[in-house]
């Protein structure tokens, strides 16, 4: 009866494994994407409307005190910016772009109403 019992729950616990990794995988998945797009201080771009050339001295004071960044894409989408790891926060890969053009390649997930990009390659666009 032991060995039964034993065996039932190997074999649960097998079964199981698939659907649990499935389901977690499914938190930080999303869209291999490649694009471009403005990088803006969130709080401004969306409050003001302040944003270009004449915004990064502001942007860029904004984002060094902790303001998020983000990038408003081509497709005139705001991306915040996510990671994979817990309390790795992105605007320092953001900050040398403030308020210039930028082509980004990684993945872009929707969520609740957010767009979120995992940033894999950043670089200013030409």
Known sequence: MLKRIILSTAV???CSLP?????????????DVSMTGQVVDLSCFTT???SGPSHKACATACAKSG????????DGKLYMM???????PQNSRLLPFVEQKV???GSVLE?????????KTIAAAT
């Open 103 to 105: 082509k980004v390649t």
């Open 48 to 50: 003001t409307g302040a």
């Open 82 to 88: 996510a990671s994979p790891k817990p309390a790795d």
């Open 12 to 14: 649960l616990a097998f």
């Open 111 to 119: 969520s609740h109403g957010v767009n979120m990009v995992t940033i």
């Open 19 to 31: 659907l649990a990794a499935q389901e977690m995988g499914g938190m930080h998945m999303g869209k």
């Open 67 to 74: 303001m998020p960044l983000a990038i408003l894409g081509d």
